[in-house]
């Protein structure tokens, strides 16, 4: 009875624990975030799902968004079992940034890295036919649907890696959500306006 009292108390304390350290991680993020959310669009709702994701949707976003919804995903500190299984599967903090656009890209393509739990689930939904490039050593795998594809991933990733941009996925479509970038999670010394004035180049350089 004793070591199950001890067992009980012990899970408490890492979820207690767990659930503070994520809460004070998103909330100093979004604090950052504050200075640059104005370059996607005026008004913002903010919605945290438990003490792991935090959801901000932007209906009247700025050009070339028409909305976007932007998500901090965190590692599931307060389950340490949970989180033990999804750091082997290449779960890690996360930020999200899901764009539908006024236009449609003339493009498509999925670069994304394979080892992360975003890029495994992007793979099943690459369409069959499509060519790939890369995915070892670290190195992102790109999916595309034409040459032309292939050459506009190259200019994009390069574009995100000058900006300082961690990108784990990038997706391009012409269907609904026409613009995702999952990245690591910004490096708060950066000025917020100068990373999202990055995202928004990057969703540009998509459009015809």
């Known amino acids: 009875m004793e070591l199950l009292g001890a067992a009980a108390v012990a899970i408490v304390a890492c979820f207690a624990a767990g659930t503070i350290w994520n809460v004070a991680r998103g909330r100093a993020l979004l604090r950052w975030m504050q200075g640059g959310l104005r370059l996607l669009g005026e008004r913002t709702a903010v919605r945290w799902r438990g003490s792991s994701v935090v959801e901000l949707a932007i209906r009247d976003a700025r ?53 992360s739990w975003s890029g495994r689930e992007a793979v099943r939904r690459v369409p069959p036919g499509w060519g790939v490039r890369g995915g070892s050593a670290g190195e992102l795998a790109v999916h595309y649907a034409s040459a032309a594809a292939l050459t506009a991933a190259d200019m994009l990733l390069t574009q995100a890696r000058s900006a300082g941009l961690g990108v784990q996925r990038l997706s391009v479509r ?26 928004r180049a990057l969703a540009e350089r998509t459009l015809p």
Not at 174 to 199: G, M, N, T
């Open 63 to 115: 050009a070339p968004f028409a909305a976007v919804t932007v998500i901090v995903f965190l590692e599931a500190r307060d389950m340490p079992w949970q989180w033990a299984w999804g750091r082997l599967r290449g779960r890690r903090d996360t930020l999200i940034v899901r764009g539908a656009l006024r236009e449609t890209p003339g493009l498509e393509l999925e670069a994304l890295d394979p080892a």
């Open 174 to 199: 012409r269907a609904e959500p026409k613009f995702e970038l999952h990245l690591r999670l910004p490096d708060q010394r950066q000025p917020a306006p100068e990373f999202f004035q990055s995202v």
